[in-house]
Antibody, heavy 120, light 106 residues
Framework: EVHLVESGGGLVQPGRSLRLSCAAS????????MHWVRQAPGKGLEWVSGISWNSDSIGYADSVKGRFTISRDNAKNSLYLQMNSLRPEDTALYYC?????????????WGQGTLVTVSS | EIVLAQSPATLSLSPGERATLSCRAS??????LAWYQQKPGQAPRLLIYDASNRATGIPARFSGSGSGTDFTLTISSLEPEDFAVYYCQQRSNLYTFGQGTKLEIK
């Protein structure tokens, strides 16, 4: 069974940095692109960033471009999100999500999320 | 950026009734649209992909239709566990989600 476990969230002051991790198990990790999706408290879903299986293709939402960096380590079955210059509006539950094999670009497995709170 | 507008924001129905949820894209996304269900405290669950294909393990009462800019998720006969928030998502140009439709018990 596929398991995705996020970690690294917490309370951070505006302007500071945080690095999220996602540990994957139960799948051949380097077969799949992976993504980060966030959800502000009481709000909807927002795609943040995605990375292809071999890291050759990377994309970001405009809201985080230039501040966040996605990466992966296939040897460690892990996905990362380096978040710099954090803003209060980055406060959210951050999910990592695996793409569905049948149609790349949809997310069929999600972690339970890690909460990032940006506040002074 | 492709904007997805979902309607209604809230839908109040009773178990056994038919639910029809709408998602409209600001420009054509072809058939590159998915639907997700999210219950409180849980991660989203993929229901439908490429507009009309049910994901693995999804009951047949869930169906999707549409193409271009107008899409519909239909739940043929509501079960108690279907009351949740539903999101549409496009993958035609990067990825965006709709704002969600809350399906609540009447």
């Amino acid at each position: 069974e596929v398991h995705l476990v996020e970690s690294g969230g917490g309370l951070v002051q505006p302007g500071r940095s945080l690095r999220l991790s996602c540990a994957a198990s139960g799948l051949t990790f380097d077969d799949y692109a992976m993504h980060w999706v966030r959800q502000a408290p009481g709000k909807g879903l927002e795609w943040v960033s995605g990375i292809s299986w071999n890291s050759d293709s990377i994309g970001y939402a405009d809201s985080v471009k230039g501040r966040f960096t996605i990466s992966r380590d296939n040897a460690k079955n892990s996905l990362y999100l380096q978040m710099n210059s954090l803003r209060p509006e980055d406060t959210a539950l951050y999910y990592c999500a695996k793409v569905q094999a049948a149609a790349v670009g949809y997310f069929d497995y999600w972690g339970q999320g890690t909460l990032v709170t940006v506040s002074s | 950026e492709i904007v997805l507008a979902q309607s209604p924001a809230t839908l109040s129905l009773s178990p056994g009734e038919r639910a029809t949820l709408s998602c409209r894209a600001s420009q054509s996304v072809s058939s590159y649209l998915a639907w997700y269900q999210q219950k409180p405290g849980q991660a989203p669950r993929l229901l439908i992909y490429d507009a009309s294909n049910r994901a693995t393990g999804i009951p047949a009462r869930f169906s999707g239709s549409g193409s271009g800019t107008d899409f519909t998720l239909t739940i043929s006969s509501l079960e108690p566990e279907d009351f949740a928030v539903y999101y549409c998502q496009q993958r035609s140009n990067l990825y965006t989600f709709g704002q969600g439709t809350k399906l609540e018990i009447k």
